[in-house]
Every structure is written in C-alpha cells, then in structure tokens.
C-alpha cells in the first residue's frame, strides 16, 4: 500500500489481476460453500471496524505536503472523529511510506509528506498525537509500515544526503522506476526492522501492520535482480522463488518475535493481496483467476495464518460479488476456511474507494454492494470484521456506500478483538 498513492497502487493491483489471468481454475478440493458452512453462527467477542489511513503521496492525510503542523493536527483529528462517527474502532495509519517516517526516528528522516522536503521535521509529533488522540477517543491506532519501498522514483540523488539508501546503495534494487530495498539480505532486514521497532518502543500503539508489498507487483519485460544476494545467501535452495519466500518467512518471523519481546500488548497484523494461489495452479488454492502472493510477490500468507505466526490478517478482498476473475464470494469462505484452528483473526480487506466509480464493474455502483459484503461474510465465524479503504472514501462517502454499511451493520459501537 505504494506508488504514486495507495490508491494507485490498488489500481495497480486491479491492473496487474487483469494482466497476470490464469487459467481456468478448480474449485479447490474440500473447500468451504459460500453460505453456512461454520454454523452455529458465534463469534469471540469483539468486532474489527478499521480504516486505513494512507500518507504516501498525500492519499488521504496529510491533504498535502507543507500544511502548518497546527493544520496537520486538525485534518488528523478530525479523521479520528469521523471513525468515531461512523461507529468505526480502529484506525490503521500509514507511519513509514517509503523508508521514512511520521515520528523523530533516528534511523530514517522525515517523510516529505508532511513538509515537501524529506528529512524536514514537522514541528510536532504526528504519530505520538496520533495514538494520544486515538485511546482518548476509544480508537485504537495500528502503525502501518511498508517495510521495503525506498521511493517511487529510481533516483538516490533525490533522497535526503543522509538515507540509509544513499549511505548503503548496495542495498537497493531498482525496478520499475522505482528503489526498494532488497529482502534477500540479512542486513536489510535486520535494519528494517530496527526502524520499524523503533515506533514500538516509543509509542503504545496497539498493532504493527503491513501491507501487501513484500517483493515488487511483476512488472512485464524487466526483472528484479538481486543475483548477487541469491548468490551470497541462497545455498541450498532448490530455486530462487523458495529463497525469496524464505526471506519473507524470516521477515515476519523476526517482526512478530521482536513486537511480543518490546510490546507484548501489541498485535502484529498483515494485508496481503487478496488472492494467496489459484486452484489451477495448486489444489489448496482458491477457485480464481488471479496474480497469485505466493508466487508473484513471494508472500506465503497462507502459512502465516496456519502456522499462526502473526496476530492478524486482513487480505485485501478488493472484488465484487460475482467477480469472474476473484468473486468476493468464493474469496471469504476460502479464507475462512485457512483462518479455522488458528490462533489468526481474520479481519477483510474493503475496497470502499471502487463504491461508484464509473471505471468499476457496474456492482460497485450499487450503494448497497459492500453492505452485501458484510452481510455474507457474517455467515462465517471466522470473519471478525472488516477494514475499509480509506479514510478519504470513509470521509466523503459519495455513494452513500458506507453510510449503508454503518446503517446496516454498525448502528452501535463495537469493541475490537482483544
């Protein structure tokens, strides 16, 4: 959650689904039916009603770079008051877009976003009067990292002097007109999570949460090349694409160790791209058509939800009901069925941002899609909420989209899962 915004990158995703359509798949043997299959309809207590707030290029907040921090407050607070409106109970904000951060970290500088000029410091603390502001309004607040995005430009010169890119440029890969850090070395990850942790320490936030970008979303005709790193540090892999799962496997591992070791009160959750594998191309995966996390962006995120290693998750379901390529109702039952047994909530990614837009398959014209969203995903016990994207959409709400939604499902306030 990327490039030119977060809704870009989701625009992206949608692209790529297009681009990347397999073959027809199978339904995937023993898979759960869209309807009663967890009866009797109980859940733990608490329900997840989020929104995410996306800073990368000024999606949502800041409304754009240089506001006065007095400003910058006042847009923050009142995204808050509005969750609160919309009897909503969490929300996730976007604190390191790109290798930088919302809050004096030691480690990366400032993110343009607030000033226009990285490694210029705000005049305030967002993230600390972030969480401050959120408990005092019964709200809790997930950090949001995107742990490899250096910038969405594959320009060093442009980035502050003193970025660990420039300072360690054997670190980066560029592709696709952009720089990331390369997961397959044990330095990058190690940093990684030193800059993450550092919010941990400091702040009492009540999750870490990444989102989909582990490596890259394929780009046609060019390659990510970390040969050297696979030649340094893939020693007895069978292929390069187990090597990169591997990395990430160690990624959230180590993360998820080193929350519960500094903040055991903190969740760690995930939301990964909606689709984890195609039954054409593996019969546990899912009865979809789609770009695959398994093997495009290297994110196992069905083992994480097995084995349990992380708190949450909440893969981005993104489609409409009846969706050929990834029908939301195929998708929950699926996911649903992976999150039975284990100690991972799962929570559903909403794609609030598609309610009436022109350019969208003619079901998110309808007002009432998403509130159809919630009403099936109800039949499953293990759905123990949902996460809307974004603030600006919850916000706006041309549509009427998530007034349907508060109307039909949150007429009360809920708590979140403990």
């Known amino acids: 959650m990327h490039r030119k915004s977060r809704l870009s990158r989701r625009a992206f995703a949608a692209t790529a689904l297009s681009a990347l359509v397999a073959g027809g798949g199978a339904l995937a043997a023993g898979a759960a039916t869209a309807g009663g299959s967890d009866s009797p309809r109980r859940r733990g207590p608490g329900e997840m009603r989020g929104m995410w707030v996306a800073s990368v290029a000024n999606r949502d907040w800041p409304s754009k770079a240089g506001l006065t921090a007095a400003q910058q407050r006042a847009e923050l607070i009142k995204l808050l008051d509005q969750a609160v409106e919309r009897h909503l109970n969490a929300v996730i904000l976007q604190v390191r877009p790109a290798a930088d951060a919302l809050w004096p970290s030691p480690y990366e500088p400032w993110s343009q976003v607030l000033t ?9 603390d967002p993230l600390g009067t972030a969480v401050e502001e959120a408990h005092a309004r019964g ?7 995107n742990p490899y995005r250096i910038a969405n430009h594959a320009d060093p010169t442009k980035l502050v002097a003193s970025h660990p890119a420039r300072v360690h440029p054997d670190w980066v890969v560029t592709y696709g007109g952009k720089m990331y ?14 800059a993450i942790l550092d919010a941990v320490r400091k702040y009492p936030v009540d999750a870490v949460h990444f989102d989909d970008y582990f490596y890259p979303y394929p780009v046609a005709g060019q390659t990510f090349d970390d040969d050297a790193a696979f ?4 020693g007895g892999f069978d292929t390069r694409a187990d090597w990169r799962r591997a990395n990430i496997d160690k990624l959230v591992l180590e993360t998820a160790a080193r929350i519960r070791q500094i903040r055991p009160t903190a969740q760690f959750g995930i939301s990964p791209f909606g689709v984890w594998r195609n039954a054409s191309t593996d019969p546990l995966g899912s009865e979809t058509k789609a770009m695959q996390a398994y093997d495009d962006v290297f994110a196992d995120t069905r083992k994480w939800v097995r084995e349990g290693w992380i708190d949450y998750i909440c893969p981005q379901l993104y489609w409409n009901i009846g969706f050929a390529v990834a029908d939301y109702a195929k998708l929950v039952p699926w996911w649903a069925k992976q999150a039975r047994g284990s100690r991972t909530k799962l929570y559903v990614g909403e794609a609030l941002y598609k309610a009436g837009d022109p350019a969208q398959p003619a079901a998110w014209q309808d007002p009432a899609e998403l509130s159809k969203h919630l009403a099936l995903a109800s039949d499953h016990t293990q759905v123990r909420g949902h996460v809307f994207f974004a603030a600006r959409e919850v916000a706006a709400d041309p549509t009427g989209a998530m007034a349907r939604v508060v109307a039909d499902h949150y007429q009360e306030p809920a708590e979140p899962p403990r």
């Open 231 to 234: 030649d340094a540090h893939g």
């Open 116 to 124: 226009g000029t990285q490694g210029k410091a705000p005049g305030w």
């Open 139 to 145: 709200l809790e607040l997930h950090a949001w990292f």
């Open 181 to 194: 850090y390369n997961p397959g070395l044990p330095e990058v990850r190690a940093f990684v999570q030193k």
